[in-house]
């Protein structure tokens, strides 16, 4: 399965963003789903992750701020991010069972 992301972009502090994981193949097999991010000068980090009864794990800084869900019908991941702030500037990626990731896609946050 291949994975491709896309919502990325820039916003404003406060602002929101909804990234999308489109598949290729079913995603229902896989039980994690995840959204990682890789900032300037870091490593890549967990964001959030979904397993396949819908158990969402979020990284801390992110808690109560970003909402990751998953459509199997429609083979698609979602990380909803709301109340952005600068340090959430980062490459996005997505990842199925922690083996196959997507390309990234940017999100930049300007204070």
């Known amino acids: 399965v291949q994975l491709q992301a896309s919502g990325g972009g820039l916003v404003q502090a406060g602002g929101s963003l909804r990234l999308s994981c489109a598949a290729s193949g079913s995603i229902s097999r896989f039980n994690l789903m995840g959204w990682y991010r890789q900032a300037p000068g870091k490593q890549r980090e967990l964001v959030a992750r979904?397993?396949?009864?819908?158990?969402?794990t979020y990284a801390d800084p992110v808690k109560g701020r970003f909402t990751i869900s998953r459509d199997n019908a429609k083979k698609t991941v979602y990380l909803q991010m709301n109340s952005l702030k600068p340090e959430d500037t980062a490459v996005y990626y997505c990842?199925?069972?922690?083996?196959?990731w997507g390309q990234g896609t940017q999100v930049t946050v300007s204070s």
């Open positions: 990842c199925a069972a922690e083996t196959i």
């Open positions: 979904i397993n396949s009864g819908g158990i969402t």
